[in-house]
């Protein structure tokens, strides 16, 4: 018999996954789930998350919803304590959670400041979130993992941490320039960064660290921006919710036992031009 299913297999296992209720982090939550995981749900919108919880509950998952915010060292101390008093272990961190500017239809006009004016408040915003929220959850989390002598991060990063955002699929010919901000860029570059060190940090210690790099994720975006997006990529479209599911899958589990500080890039070929 095939041992490839037990490669995906995380009966036993126990994830927290930051960012939770978001467009791909409830997808994430899902197929942790399925693949046998006890799940720990981080975000900071509870009724969201509340939703979430009792979906997963009703299908007979193990779930232990938090409400965290990941920018805040109690909070993110507390996330891990709850995690570790249900569970009494941690074996698997997504560091899903992010601000992330949208351009479906209920955002896009959300994004008008150039970087000429981009306030200052909002940039050190967005660092303390996607940055340094990523270290302090990660530092919580990696101790159980230390005790255990186990544990798998994977890091969630974006196409527009490899290259600079195309600002031509965001203009409307007749409406307002609109802008893929500044920090965006800039935070999920940083990701890799911080991915790269981590696995170095903990060569030898049975704890893999490794990035996933999505492409843009449809949603309800409009014809115009799907069509310019879509001719940007070598499969010509937008990708799916579920198709970043099984890509995240992999890294969690041990079918990529043999990869840490990587990147794994599912963009229908975005950066491969």
Known sequence: MSELPTFFDLSGKVAVVTGSAGLLGSGFCRTLAE???SIVLADNNAEANGRLADELTADSYAVLAVNSDIADPRSVEAL?????????????????????????????DEHSSSFEDYALDDWNQALNVNLTGMFL????????????QSGVIVNICS???????????????????????????VTKAGVLGFTRYLAGYYAGKNIRVNALTPGGVYNQHDEAFVEKYAARTMLGRMAERSE????????????????????????GGWTAW
């Open 80 to 108: 891990v304590d709850q995690t570790l008093q249900r569970y009494q272990r941690l074996d698997i961190l997504v560091n899903s959670a992010a601000l992330d500017p949208k351009f479906d239809p209920e955002h896009q």
């Open 137 to 148: 959850v990660t530092q919580a989390a990696v101790r159980p993992m230390l005790d255990q």
């Open 159 to 185: 196409t527009y941490g490899l290259v600079a955002p195309d600002q031509r699929i965001y203009q409307r010919q007749g409406q307002a320039d609109v802008y893929k901000p500044v920090y965006y860029s």
């Open 244 to 267: 970043m599911n099984s890509a995240l899958l992999f890294l969690a589990s041990d079918a990529s036992s043999y990869m840490t500080g990587a990147n794994l890039v599912v963009d």
């Open 35 to 37: 693949a046998g995981a």
